[in-house]
C-alpha cells in the first residue's frame, strides 16, 4: 500500500500568490516524521519542512508552513507568495520509526507563472 | 546537516560496462546512507540501505549483484552499476543520515546514461 499520496501531478500558481500541494499519508506507528522536499530541474534534493507526529503546533519555515491534520493523516505543504524560482517538483516524504527509510510520494510539479 | 559530494553528476557508459558512482560525507561520519533510483518526473525509489562494515540491505527487487553497495568507511559509500544495459539509465541519488530528527541530506545525483 501506498504510504505516502500526493494526487496533484502538477500545478500553475500566478506569481505572488499563495499554492497548497496535498500530501496524505499511511502509518500505524504512533511516532513518525514528515518532510517536505523541493527538487528544482538540475535534480538536488533541498529540504523545505519538517514536521514530527508528536508536535503540536503547524511547522513554518520562511514562506513554507505545513498545514499537518493528524487525524485525517494529511501534510498539506503551503507556499506563500511564490515566486519564479518556486518551480520545481516537490515532494512528500515520511519516516516511521522501525527504520530510518524515507518514503516519497509521487511528487507534484510547481510552475510559476509571471 | 552534513554536507554531501556525489560523482560523477552525469557518466555515459557503453552497454556492457560498469560505472561507479561515490557518495561522500565530507563532515559528518554517516553509518547510514541511503541509495535511490529515479525515472524522470517520478518519484524516488529506494534501492537500498548502505551500512559502514556491513552488507548493504537492499529493497524487495532490486538485484543486489547488479548494483553493488560498498561502504567501505563512515564517509564513503559507493554504487557500482555492473554490466550496464540502457534499461539501467536514470537519475541515481544517495543521502545520508544526519545528526538531528530531520537530519538527510542529499547528494546532488547521478544521471546515468548507458547507450
Known amino acids: 500500500a501506498q504510504k505516502i499520496t500526493q494526487t496533484q501531478p502538477g500545478m500553475f500558481v500566478q506569481e505572488k500568490e499563495a499554492v497548497t500541494l496535498d500530501c496524505t499519508y499511511d502509518?500505524?506507528?504512533?511516532?513518525?516524521?514528515l518532510f517536505w522536499y523541493k527538487q528544482p530541474s538540475s535534480g538536488e534534493m533541498i529540504f523545505l519542512i519538517y514536521?514530527?507526529?508528536?508536535?503540536?503546533q503547524n511547522a513554518t519555515e520562511g514562506r513554507y508552513s505545513l498545514n499537518f491534520q493528524k487525524a485525517r493523516k494529511s501534510a498539506n505543504l503551503v507556499i506563500s507568495a511564490s515566486q519564479l524560482g518556486d518551480s520545481a517538483m516537490y515532494f512528500c516524504?515520511?519516516?516511521?520509526?522501525?527504520?530510518?527509510?524515507?518514503?516519497f510520494g509521487a511528487g507534484t510539479t510547481v510552475t510559476v507563472r509571471a | 546537516g552534513a554536507v554531501v559530494s556525489q560523482h560523477p553528476s552525469r557518466v555515459i557508459c557503453k552497454s556492457g560496462t560498469s560505472v561507479k558512482i561515490e557518495c561522500r560525507s565530507l563532515?559528518?561520519?554517516?553509518?547510514?546512507m541511503f541509495w535511490y533510483r529515479q525515472f524522470p518526473k517520478k518519484s524516488l525509489m529506494l534501492m537500498a540501505t548502505?551500512?559502514?562494515?556491513?552488507?548493504?540491505?537492499?529493497e524487495q527487487g532490486v538485484e543486489k549483484d547488479k548494483f553493488l553497495i560498498n561502504h567501505a568507511s563512515l564517509t564513503l559509500s559507493t554504487l557500482t552499476v555492473t554490466s550496464a544495459h540502457p534499461e539501467d539509465s536514470s537519475f541515481y541519488i544517495c543521502?545520508?543520515?544526519?545528526?538531528?530528527?530531520?537530519?538527510?541530506?542529499f547528494g546532488s545525483g547521478t544521471r546515468l546514461t548507458v547507450v
Open positions: 543521502s545520508v543520515r544526519d545528526r538531528g530528527d530531520y537530519g538527510y541530506t
Open positions: 563532515d559528518f561520519q554517516a553509518t547510514t
Open positions: 548502505s551500512n559502514e562494515g556491513s552488507k548493504a540491505t537492499y
Open positions: 514536521q514530527g507526529s508528536y508536535d503540536q
Open positions: 502509518t500505524s506507528d504512533p511516532s513518525y516524521g
Open positions: 516524504a515520511m519516516r516511521e520509526t522501525n527504520d530510518y527509510k524515507l518514503s
